[in-house]
């Protein structure tokens, strides 16, 4: 795992770490990172280092804050360069196959980024849809500012909608989309359940819905499915897509 920066702009460096693939595998992984306490800008799933892909982790550091890797004062140079990265690193090891993922902040970047670069599997775990709105008060308010610029109506509005637009105007549905939430999350009555009909039109999409006592709240639903996730990239891996519909999963599913 070796630790890079793109100098995509003098004043926008994109930090990255990358792994080469292992054997003859010919997969590439793209993680991007939810929010993280006390430092909010680390790299997630470092235990993936022992997969065959080759991994591309994307750091969400933007003058020391997550930008969801998207704007700053609503100057979309982030987004660029970003999507820049991605292309570059795509262009240069030529994988026969690509998947995203992320959690939280990083579900909601791996569905923007995955349907933006037209990428087959997408892993997304309890992502965030309005964005502008979670960004606007509480913990990570200093992150909407910085988005933002100036924290207004027009601007949430716009970040609001992003996400949901992407999905509506993408015309690629042959993707394969797995998509991780829980009842027990409170995020999933205002963020997912709302959204799901955007998925309907994709001819694999999946739901995982948690269903367990060790599922208590929003940040317990990525460390609960990591085997699941892990079966999927390795699936990936040898250029296997499963097809598990909506489901459910934990010792309180329905039966």
């Known amino acids: 795992m070796e630790h890079l920066t793109f100098d995509f702009k003098p004043d926008l460096p994109v930090h990255y770490a990358f792994q080469k693939a292992r ?11 939810g929010f993280n306490v ?38 979309f140079d982030v987004e660029q360069g970003v999507s ?24 909601t970047a791996a569905l923007y980024y995955g349907i933006k670069h037209k990428l087959k599997n997408i892993i997304s775990l309890v992502p965030q849809f309005k964005i502008g709105s979670y960004v606007t008060e509480g913990h990570w308010a200093q992150v909407g500012k910085e988005m933002m610029g100036n924290v207004t109506l027009t601007n949430r509005t716009m970040l609001d909608s992003l ?22 999350d409170k995020q999933f009555l205002t963020e997912v359940e709302p959204n799901l009909p955007l998925f309907e039109k994709y001819e694999n999409f999946n739901l995982i819905m948690s269903k367990s006592p060790c599922v208590t709240q929003h940040i317990e ?10 079966s999927l990239i390795y699936q990936f891996e040898a250029e296997i897509a499963p097809r598990w519909g909506k489901i459910e999963n934990g010792s309180l599913r329905t039966r």
């Open 23 to 33: 054997y003859d595998c010919e997969h590439l992984l793209i993680v991007m990172s």
């Open 38 to 75: 006390p430092d909010p800008t680390v790299y997630d799933f470092n235990m993936l280092q022992h997969c065959r892909s080759a991994i591309l982790w994307i750091k969400d550091d933007f003058n020391r804050l997550p930008a969801y890797y998207l704007c700053r004062g609503m100057k």
């Open 84 to 107: 820049a990265l991605i292309e570059a690193v795509i262009s240069h090891i030529k994988p026969k196959s690509v998947s995203i993922m992320g959690g939280s902040k990083g579900g």
């Open 163 to 184: 996400l949901p637009h992407k999905i509506k105007s993408d015309r690629q549905l042959d993707r394969n989309i797995y998509l991780f939430s829980s009842t027990e």
């Open 221 to 230: 639903v990525t460390a609960y499915n990591i085997n699941l996730i892990l």
